[in-house]
């Protein structure tokens, strides 16, 4: 069973920043992509940022130059370094892995963690 786990969300100030980690454990064989989603109150999930195996990544314009999105596919792991944090940023961040296989010739599947609260004070 593949498990997502999320960390280093909190409280900060506007201006201020983050860093969210990631990691997925498990029987794991490869993992195609991984992603950070998140959820603001009252709105729908939307993508933030996605990285796949091979380091290409993809943003949302509303963070692109102030979100930075890396992977080590060693340790199965992602992270979200969120600087000049906007009070608009405040949301439930969740990690996405997407294409996971556990074996060679596993079926790939989704998952998803329980999400970490990220507060921006203006």
């Known amino acids: 069973q593949v498990q997502l786990v999320e960390s280093g969300g909190g409280l900060v100030q506007a201006g201020g920043s983050l860093r969210l980690s990631c990691v997925a454990s498990?029987?794991?064989?490869?993992?195609?992509?991984m992603g950070w989603y998140r959820q603001a109150p009252g709105k729908e999930r939307e993508l933030v940022a996605a990285?796949?195996?091979?380091?290409?990544?993809n943003y949302a314009a509303s963070v692109k130059g102030r979100f930075t999105i890396s992977r080590d596919n060693a340790k199965n792991t992602v992270y979200l370094q969120m600087n000049s944090l906007k009070p608009e940023d405040t949301a439930v961040y969740y990690c996405?892995?997407?294409?996971?296989?556990?074996?060679?010739?596993?079926?790939?599947?989704?998952?998803w963690g329980k999400g970490t609260l990220v507060t921006v004070s203006s």
């Open positions: 996405n892995a997407e294409g996971v296989r556990t074996s060679f010739l596993g079926y790939g599947m989704d998952y």
């Open positions: 990285i796949t195996s091979g380091g290409s990544t």
């Open positions: 498990g029987s794991i064989f490869s993992i195609n992509a």
